[in-house]
C-alpha cells in the first residue's frame, strides 16, 4: 500500500502526507509508516505497528478521514483498491 495526499494552505503554502506498509525487516508485524510536512521541506515521520492487518487498516482509514475532513485530496494511491477508503 502507498497512498499520497496533497493539499493547499493559507498563503498558498502546499502539504503532503504519504502512508505506506513498507515493512522494517522478515520478523516485524504489521506495519504503517506515515510521512508528512510542507513541501520543499524534510518534513517528519511516524511509525506504527500492529498485531493484525485489520488493526492497521482501521488506523488507515481513521487518517485518511481525518486528511479528507482537514482538507487533503488523494493524488496516488497504489493498489487502486484502497481507493474507495479515501472517499
Known sequence: M???LYKTGRGG???FYTL???QPGLFHGF???VLYGKVGYRG???KYSFETEDEREQVVK???AE???DGYKLIYNY???FSEMAS
Do not use: A, R
Open 2 to 4: 502507498f497512498l499520497t
Open 13 to 15: 503554502n502546499n502539504y
Open 20 to 22: 505506506h506498509n513498507l
Open 31 to 33: 506495519c504503517l509508516t
Open 44 to 46: 517528519y515521520e511516524k
Open 62 to 64: 481513521g487518517i485518511l
Open 67 to 69: 486528511k479528507k475532513h
Open 79 to 81: 493498489p487502486k483498491d
